[in-house]
């Protein structure tokens, strides 16, 4: 069966800094995809960045950039520049083969400090 | 465009009784997918629905069930509700088969008393 660890609980960092979030996922499977979503208090799921795990190269999105090591099962987010705003609950997922059957990690809620 | 509509946002139930909850997907989107969010147990999924056909199903009795109308519109029923059933309920829809695009709802918060 397919799992997501993320062994960070809470992290913090200062404002205008980066931080990196890690994940780690354990699958049989070659097809897959692999998001990072974040929850802020509004309670809405929003999608900071996605991976289809055929690609070698990183997903970057503005600030937000992954470093995927799909041998080592790895899927770090990175964000720069740290802002007030990124403040949440982040959210490594697993997806195979696109099927809107996410695997979720226990997630990492992430404080930016003023 | 709208957003995926989850409706209501907040229910308070007595247990025993039934519920039933709402999601409207983005127009056009004929994916939709349900997850229970609870501070024990994290995310789960409950099930998939995608042209009216429920496609994949989590680990959950049988008072889970849900369904999706012609028009994508998708609700899930929690029969004989128990205190556990107390959760976040979120909602995801995607355009199209094998579609990694997916937009979530803000939930329905359900509290069981």
């Known amino acids: 069966a397919q799992t997501v660890t993320q062994s960070q609980p809470e992290m913090s960092v200062q404002e205008a800094e980066t931080v990196t979030l890690s994940c780690t996922y354990d699958t049989s499977e070659s097809d897959y995809y692999l998001f990072w979503y974040k929850q802020p208090p509004s309670r809405q799921m929003i999608l900071v960045i996605r991976q289809e795990a055929y690609k070698q190269q990183n997903a970057t999105e503005n600030r937000f950039s992954v470093n995927f090591q799909k041998a080592a099962k790895s899927f770090s987010l990175k964000i720069s520049d740290s802002q007030l705003g990124d403040a949440a609950m982040y959210f490594c997922a697993y997806d195979f083969e696109a099927t809107n059957k996410l695997i979720f990690g226990t997630g990492t809620l992430l404080a930016v400090q003023p | 465009k709208a957003g995926v509509t989850q409706t209501p946002r907040y229910l308070i139930k007595t247990r025993g009784q039934q519920v039933t909850l709402s999601c409207s997907p983005i127009?056009?989107?004929?994916?939709v997918s349900w997850y229970q969010q609870t501070p024990g147990q994290g995310l789960q999924f409950l099930f998939e629905?995608?042209?009216?056909?429920?496609?994949n199903k989590g680990n959950f009795p049988g008072r889970f069930s849900g369904r999706q109308f012609s028009n994508s519109r998708s609700e899930m029923n929690v029969s004989t509700l128990e205190l556990g059933d107390s959760a976040l309920y979120l909602c995801?829809?995607?355009?199209?088969?094998?579609?990694?695009?997916?937009?979530f709802g803000s939930g329905t918060r359900l509290t069981v008393v």
């Open positions: 629905y995608f042209s009216e056909t429920q496609r």
């Open positions: 127009s056009g989107h004929r994916s």
């Open positions: 995801a829809s995607s355009l199209a088969n094998r579609d990694p695009g997916y937009t």
